[in-house]
């Protein structure tokens, strides 16, 4: 039973820890500008990506983006990425107001939880 | 549905064949069987014969004036022909013909790719991968011209050649290898031909052009283009032996001349084959020694581990898992057999993108032929084949993991429809199955599998539903290959996660993107041969 506490100690420690980050990453996504925006998504092009653990990532990033920026900003997003074609258009549906609305939608804030429930990875 | 009058004809199959008239092709092959009682096999020798001439390229890899390289694609026409033989004892009777007739319409489009990737020449790759039509239409703006006819004969890149005799057999099976990983066609084909005339050589030249075949792989498709093979040298080293037996080996000149100069083929990709050649070298220095079953199989804490690095992880934790498994002591085909049902995971629960399914089911495929050659044949390099084929599967994971995933292509759940499907009786569920398998609807198709499973220890009529539904889709050989795979490693498996690679096999078969959505080669078929079904 001690292992069982021990374990369930860390894990609190580790989700205090990821719910700080989130705080500093919500904090830096609602003051960054659409420019600042696309230059993080465009780090997630198969030819700009450090690997599939990255990338893997963009869906969690894409829940937050719908949480946390206002409509305007997910349009001038989504706007950005479609003038660029076919090669972005997995980027482009993700941002654009169908998927949105899923999100904001399915998004549970659980009763007693501090953060919703996003994806973690 | 007839497309000509007067006697079907050899030489009108070989003359449609050559001129990309696909459908009349088709009809007159159908006709040559159902009409001139010409035996099924003399007419599938025939088709290869017409096609051998000009499935050859000069590489795989084209150079454009800017200096970059493009890929061309591998011959396809006779993995349709490997599929068609090998579905053909599976759904027996006129049915087991329906997979020959998807063979023989692919044929016509399959010839000439290196014409075809620069819309010089009518077929598949031409029409649909290049829409070619619209960079150089013709005359008629309704007509795609490069759906055939052909305008011109296809080209000849490389020409029959003698077999090559003398020597010792180890001494020319020696060096037919080294010429195949050379590069070096005409000596690489002319000792397989003088190889394969002696029966008494046969079983050692199917181990060493499977061997050739297999260590030829790509280390990444990850932003190479198409600078790899996507297991093409084994899928056609398969192909040859497993059609050489059909036909008889004295009647496969053709099916030679079809496959092994193009094993010698530029660009050769012999990476991979290093780097595990070296590992195991390091690792388990005994490996050849290794046998095929162990009495330790994976267990089912093993089985998770080895999906976790197969599907999440990076190439170093599929080579140190898989390591980890032979150093306790696992056997070949235990270890085999978990890669397959662990790559059973990423079909069923991540595969979304009709499109994404390509390359990872060219890794299950070649890695059917890995698990073959590991049951069929005696090679002190087997161990490496395992390593070699979870490789290629984590590579196809990693390389679509690659690209955001498209919320567009959201596939809903299946355990959203297991009421439905639960609800269904026992008796009615397979014509459901066949239904929803043929409106390509995954998730209703995938929760029926899961029910029928569940509920009855029955699988034959399964496997038969499922693969008489798939092949139903023309102008792919992909289908019926992957419906081969699935078969044989479903029956050769033996972990207790075996059902996973039926749920994979039927969420492929109803998810996969189809090249047309029309059933025109089944329903000549069904014309011809009388069975139900006909549209």
Request: net charge negative; proline share 5%; charged share 25%.
């Amino acid at each position: 039973m001690n292992t069982l506490d021990e374990i369930w100690r860390v894990r609190n420690a580790a989700a205090t820890t990821l719910g700080l980050i989130e705080d500093q990453m919500e904090r830096a996504v609602r003051a960054a500008s659409v420019d600042d925006l696309v230059a993080l998504i465009e780090g997630f092009s198969p030819a700009r990506s450090s690997g599939t653990e990255w990338t893997r990532t963009f869906e969690p990033l894409v829940e937050r983006l719908w949480t946390w920026c206002d409509d305007a900003t997910m349009a001038a997003l989504a706007d950005v990425f479609r003038a660029r074609g076919m090669p972005w258009m997995g980027v482009t549906n993700a941002l654009s107001v169908p998927n949105g609305t899923t999100i904001r939608a399915d998004i549970r804030h659980p009763a007693g939880a501090r953060l919703p429930a996003f994806t973690l990875i | 549905m007839v497309l000509f009058q007067g006697p079907a004809t050899v030489g009108r199959l070989h003359e449609e064949i050559q001129s990309v008239r696909y459908k009349e092709a088709t009809d007159t092959f159908c006709r040559l069987v159902t009409e001139e009682d010409r035996p099924l096999k003399s007419m599938i020798k025939e088709a290869i014969a017409a096609a051998a001439p000009y499935v050859q390229v000069p590489s795989h890899l084209m150079r454009l004036p800017t200096g970059e390289m493009r890929g061309v694609n591998y011959d396809h026409t006779i993995l349709g022909w490997r599929g068609a033989i090998s579905l053909m004892r599976e759904l027996g009777d006129n049915r087991g013909v329906l997979p020959s007739v998807q063979a023989m319409w692919y044929v016509p489009q399959g010839l000439n790719v290196w014409e075809q990737v620069i819309c010089e020449f009518p077929g598949h790759y031409a029409r649909d991968g290049e829409q070619c039509n619209r960079k150089f239409p013709g005359p008629d703006e309704h007509v795609n011209r490069f759906d055939g006819p052909a305008w011109a004969p296809p080209k000849i890149y490389f020409e029959d050649h003698a077999p090559i005799l003398g020597g010792s057999v180890d001494e020319r099976l020696d060096r037919m290898s080294w010429a195949i990983a050379e590069g070096e066609k005409a000596e690489a084909y002319g000792l397989f031909l003088g190889l394969a005339q002696d029966p008494a050589n046969r079983r050692r030249l199917k181990d060493a052009i499977l061997f050739s075949g297999i260590i030829d792989l790509q280390d990444t498709i990850i932003n190479r283009g198409g600078y790899q093979n996507i297991g093409h040298k084994a899928l056609r080293a398969r192909a040859l032996v497993d059609i050489a037996d059909y036909l008889g080996w004295d009647q496969s000149h053709e099916l030679m001349y079809t496959v092994v100069p193009d094993l010698a083929c530029s660009p050769h990709l012999h990476g991979l084959w290093s780097e595990i050649a070296n590992i195991c070298r390091m690792e388990i220095p005994d490996h050849a020694n290794i046998p095929k079953r162990s009495a330790k199989p994976l267990t089912e804490r093993e089985l998770d581990i080895l999906t976790e690095a197969l599907v999440w992880g990076g190439p170093a934790e599929v080579n140190s898992t898989i390591m980890s498994f032979f150093k306790r002591g696992a056997g070949i085909l235990d270890i085999g057999d978990g890669v397959m049902v662990a790559f059973q995971k990423y079909l069923i629960d991540v595969l979304e993108h009709p499109n994404a399914f390509l390359h990872p089911t060219h890794a299950l495929d070649t890695m059917n032929v890995i698990m073959t050659w590991c049951r069929d044949f005696d090679n002190p390099h087997q161990v490496k084949g395992i390593f070699m084929g979870a490789r290629f599967m984590n590579d196809t994971v990693r390389s679509n993991a690659m690209m955001p995933r498209d919320p567009a292509s959201r596939l809903e759940s299946r355990s959203k429809y297991r009421g439905w499907a639960d609800g269904i009786a026992l008796d009615r569920i397979l014509p459901v199955l066949k239904e929803h398998l043929l409106a390509q609807d995954a998730p209703r198709s995938c929760a029926l599998v899961d029910s029928y499973l569940d509920r009855t220890t029955e699988r034959h009529t399964l496997l038969d539903t499922i693969t008489y539904a798939a092949c139903h889709w023309q102008n792919d050989p992909h289908v019926m290959r992957n419906c081969s795979s699935s078969l044989e490693e479903y029956r050769a498996n033996r972990t207790s996660r075996k059902d996973d690679i039926i749920r994979g096999y039927a969420k492929h078969q109803a998810r996969y993107i189809k090249r047309a959505l029309t059933h025109d080669c089944f329903n000549l078929y069904a014309g011809h041969f009388k069975v139900e079904g006909h549209a």
